[in-house]
């Protein structure tokens, strides 16, 4: 593992669960981005597009998950074109190949796979956060049930206030 495999932020050392942690990581990030232009191509060879052929689409499909070698050519392309999308862009069609190379990216914006795979990001994140949210509520529910008729003036600091 280079470090492309959790997301890391001051915050991430203490909250989030190993599972956010991967989800949010530059690895998942690169390889949806890989996935949009995957969809993108298949597509457009969908409509007509004579240039996509079955085999490029294969090799797009075969290098979806980004390695370290990836990302290392990436950073180089990036310092080179100064362009983060771009530079995934080159170092994609490196690793699918030459067929393949010339159909990533086609009719797309850098905001076509940026936006994209936040949205992506996001919903994954929420379908990991939301049925521990209602386990949450249920178990609030539980408490609130089991102690409903009992006093309290309030809570400072959890515990209850005196007065």
């Known amino acids: 593992m280079a470090g492309y495999d959790t997301y890391s932020t001051v915050l991430s050392k203490r909250y989030p669960s190993e599972e956010m942690k991967t989800i949010f990581s530059e690895r998942n990030r690169i390889s949806t981005w890989r996935t949009l232009w995957y969809n993108l191509a298949a597509a ?23 390695t370290d070698k990836a990302f290392d050519v990436a950073k180089e392309e990036e310092r080179i074109r100064r362009h983060d999308v771009m530079a995934h862009v080159h ?19 850098s905001c076509y796979v940026t936006d994209g795979a936040e949205l992506i990001l996001m919903r994954d994140a929420l379908d990991l956060l939301i049925p521990k949210l209602a386990k949450v509520i249920s178990n609030i529910q539980q408490t609130g049930l089991a102690w409903k008729d009992v006093p309290c003036l309030g809570y400072t600091h959890y515990q209850a206030a005196q007065l």
Do not use: F, P, Q, R
């Open 91 to 109: 170092a994609y069609g490196i690793d699918a190949g030459k067929e393949a190379a010339g159909i990533i990216h086609l009719g797309a914006t």
């Open 44 to 66: 457009e060879k969908e409509l007509g597009i004579k240039a996509i052929t079955d085999s490029a689409l294969e090799a797009l499909k075969a290098n979806i998950k980004i």
